[in-house]
């Protein structure tokens, strides 16, 4: 089993930047891709971005050219820096990872980090 902590969130206005941070422990050893998801209020939660083992990232077409994922696969930590922010950045973000064990798939999630974003 995989316990992910993110830290980061908070209050910043518009077009200022965050960063946050998701440590990944446990069985991290099976850990194969991580990212981060959002969810607004009264919204479905939807994908941020991703990033493999190896280094490749996907990105939500809203977020492309704004936010970057990167990893450090010895600390067991995903980043998601967060540039010229917008109001509807508002949500709670989510730490993703993903496990695979033999054949069975596990998507691990985080407690959650507030970011909000005024105008």
């Known amino acids: 089993q995989v316990q992910l902590v993110e830290s980061g969130g908070g209050l910043v206005q518009a077009g200022g930047s965050l960063r946050l941070s998701c440590v990944a422990s446990?069985?991290?050893?099976?850990?194969?891709?991580m990212g981060w998801y959002r969810q607004a209020p009264g919204k479905q939660r939807e994908l941020v971005a991703t990033?493999?083992?190896?280094?490749?990232?996907n990105y939500a077409n809203s977020v492309k050219g704004r936010f970057t994922i990167s990893r450090d696969n010895a600390k067991n930590t995903v980043y998601l820096q967060m540039n010229s922010l917008k109001p509807e950045d508002t949500a709670v973000y989510y730490c993703?990872?993903?496990?695979?064990?033999?054949?069975?798939?596990?998507?691990?999630w985080g407690q959650g980090t507030q970011v909000t974003v005024s105008s």
């Open positions: 990033i493999t083992s190896g280094g490749n990232t």
């Open positions: 993703n990872a993903v496990t695979l064990v033999v054949v069975t798939l596990t998507y691990n």
């Open positions: 446990g069985s991290t050893f099976s850990i194969n891709a």
